[in-house]
């Protein structure tokens, strides 16, 4: 029996409406850090323009964006709207590659502490679910911040050249 501040996620697209209704939350709450886990980010929905718009809301000098992927090009190639978005808020976004002994085991979390925690546990089915509970939250991020301290830091905001 499901409680009723989780909400179950069944299919790819229940997965990307949860994924676009979570950072409408998170920009209505205000969190003072959001963390986005996944291997590529390849169904997210982050080239969205009312995705950007809500992370744009929500984007403040003393807010932190840290994102954790094994690696960005997917990102770059399939969400150019985020990349810019990232860009031109380089002051709030982090963005980490974990170490080579942790990628196989990279979740799929997006996590506002105190407003919501979305996680996918089968990739290939898009099960997973959206949670309010704080049990759930403290529990993403003992494990996100363990991946954290054997993380990186990559995908530069922007490339400097001689």
């Known amino acids: 029996m499901n409680s009723p501040a989780v909400r179950l996620i069944e299919t790819r697209s229940e997965f990307q409406l949860a994924v676009r209704q979570a950072f409408a939350d998170i920009a209505s709450a205000g969190p003072r850090e959001i963390w986005m886990c996944d291997e590529d980010f390849s ?26 992927a094994l690696n960005y090009e997917t990102i770059q190639r399939n969400h150019p709207r985020w990349v810019q978005w990232r860009r031109e808020r380089s002051h709030v976004v982090r963005c980490l590659i974990p170490d080579e002994t942790d990628g196989a085991r990279l979740p799929c ?44 830091d990559a995908f530069p905001a922007s490339m400097l050249g001689l």
């Open 43 to 68: 169904d997210w929905p982050l080239n969205d323009p009312q995705v950007i718009e809500q992370l744009s809301r929500w984007a403040m000098g003393h807010r932190t964006c840290t994102v954790l």
């Open 109 to 152: 979390v997006l996590l506002a502490p105190g407003t919501l925690t979305l996680r996918l546990v089968d990739r290939v089915r898009c099960r997973g679910s959206v949670s309010a509970e704080l049990a759930d939250a403290v529990r993403e991020r003992e494990h996100l911040d363990a991946l954290l301290q054997r993380s990186v």
